[in-house]
């Protein structure tokens, strides 16, 4: 089978398809252009897929909830229903449904090398290497708490940065990831050196 290349939008509901996806741009276009007749049939057309795959969604993910987790279930029709904010800690529920059938060591490492490629260009520091101050300053230390109720404060509606992890994944795991963005804001700071990947920006 050969490969496809999807784009994933961190802020997709998890029932909309590559397909839905598309009905939309068009009508967008069609709406842009002042096409009122294109743009009337491709909304109709949106309606329909939209809510064809919530009801695919509803019967592959939330129906067998209702006896075997009742509330999981409620909080699922609940967002299906747009009453809730999102707020399922589980990663695999909150993915774009084509990256379903990823598995956890998968998804997990994919996380893992985006945190990797930030230091992969800065060398271990040894604990006999003594650190240099300059001017007798004490070094700037960031803590875990600081990092972790910053992470808090993420704006989850906004786009993800270059890296490409979506700003509600920083957010929900905030405690977990503290401790390695701390330490590479130290290294940072130690080394009077800033990760190359954090120079880019999406403008």
Not at 31 to 40: C, H, I, M
Not at 96 to 114: A, F, P, Y
Not at 181 to 194: E, L, M, Y
């Amino acid at each position: 089978m050969p490969e496809r290349s999807i784009k994933v939008h961190p802020n997709d509901r998890p029932w909309v398809n590559s397909n839905l996806k598309s009905l939309i741009n068009r009508r967008q276009k069609a709406f842009a252009s002042g096409n009122v007749t294109r743009f009337k049939m491709l909304r109709n057309k949106v309606n329909r897929e939209r809510k064809r795959c919530r009801k695919s969604y509803y019967q592959s993910k939330v129906h067998n909830l209702r006896n075997t987790n009742p509330r999981d279930w409620w909080r699922e029709v609940k967002q299906l229903c747009g009453t809730s904010k999102l707020n399922n800690k589980r990663v695999k529920d909150r993915l774009h449904q084509d990256l379903w059938q990823e598995t956890d060591i998968n998804l997990s490492n994919k996380i893992n090398n985006v945190f990797i490629n930030v230091i992969q260009n800065y060398v271990p520091l040894s604990e006999d290497t003594a650190v240099i101050v300059h001017n007798d300053e004490t070094p700037i230390i960031v803590t875990e708490l600081t990092i972790a109720r910053k992470l808090q404060e993420i704006n989850t509606s906004r786009s993800s940065g270059p890296d490409g992890i979506s700003n509600w994944v920083l957010k929900t795991y905030s405690d977990i990831l503290a401790s390695p963005v701390a330490n590479i804001i130290n290294s940072s700071f130690q080394s009077c050196k800033v990760p190359q990947i954090w120079k880019l920006a999406d403008v």
